[in-house]
Every structure is written in C-alpha cells, then in structure tokens.
C-alpha cells in the first residue's frame, strides 16, 4: 500500500518522503510507500493537481493507493478570495476549493 503525495517543488520533493517514513513506518503494522509528484509552484499544482489525482487513483494501480495527499502553502499563493484573510478562513476555503475540484474520497487537501 502506498499513497501519493503532491508536492509544491524540489524542497517538499527531497525530503517530505523520507521525514513521513521515519515518522509513520514504526506506527503501522505494514510499512507505508510513498511517492511523490513534484510540480514547479502552486499555480501548477492547482491546475494540474485535479487531472492527476484522478489519473493516479482510477489507474491501473488504484487499487495499492490509500490516498491522494496534496501539500500547498498556506502563505504565499493568491488564489484565495479577497475577502479571506485570516488563516483559518484561507485553509478552510481551499482545502473544500481544491477537494471539490478533485471529487475523489480518497483525495486530501492541506495546507502546510
């Protein structure tokens, strides 16, 4: 079993995998595998991130896929309304924008 993890850029990409093991690996019963989508900046992520999540989780190896974890700054993007600013209005808002955009169950947004 494994599950997915989109990434905002190179950073994330070397070294959220590692750090996630080393964490989750003596918590469960059967390691977890984890790989990574790179994308360059969360423009790209939003856009792209609906279209590969769907192809990842109704692809040939849905079935060994737990889930569709996305990782996107909290701080930094613009593509949150105006009226939005605090954070937990900002998390809120586009953890339901980006899940509604994928409408996978086993697709999560969060926000780091």
């Known amino acids: ?20 093991k080393k964490w989750l690996d003596p918590r469960l019963t059967d390691p977890v595998g ?6 360059e900046g ?18 040939p190896a849905k ?12 701080y930094g993007p613009t593509f949150y309304p105006k009226r ?3 954070y937990t209005e900002r998390y809120n808002w586009a953890k339901k924008h980006m899940e509604k955009a994928v409408e996978q169950p086993k697709f999560f ?3 780091k």
């Open 1 to 20: 079993m494994r599950f997915i993890l989109f990434v905002e850029g190179y950073t994330e990409d070397k070294t959220l995998p590692q750090f996630l």
């Open 34 to 39: 984890i790989r990574t989508v790179c994308f």
């Open 42 to 59: 969360w423009a790209q992520l939003l856009k792209d991130a609906p279209l590969k999540a769907r192809m990842h989780l109704n692809g």
């Open 63 to 74: 079935y060994d896929i737990i889930a569709v974890i996305s990782l996107l700054d909290l």
């Open 84 to 86: 939005l600013t605090k």
């Open 109 to 111: 947004q969060f926000m």
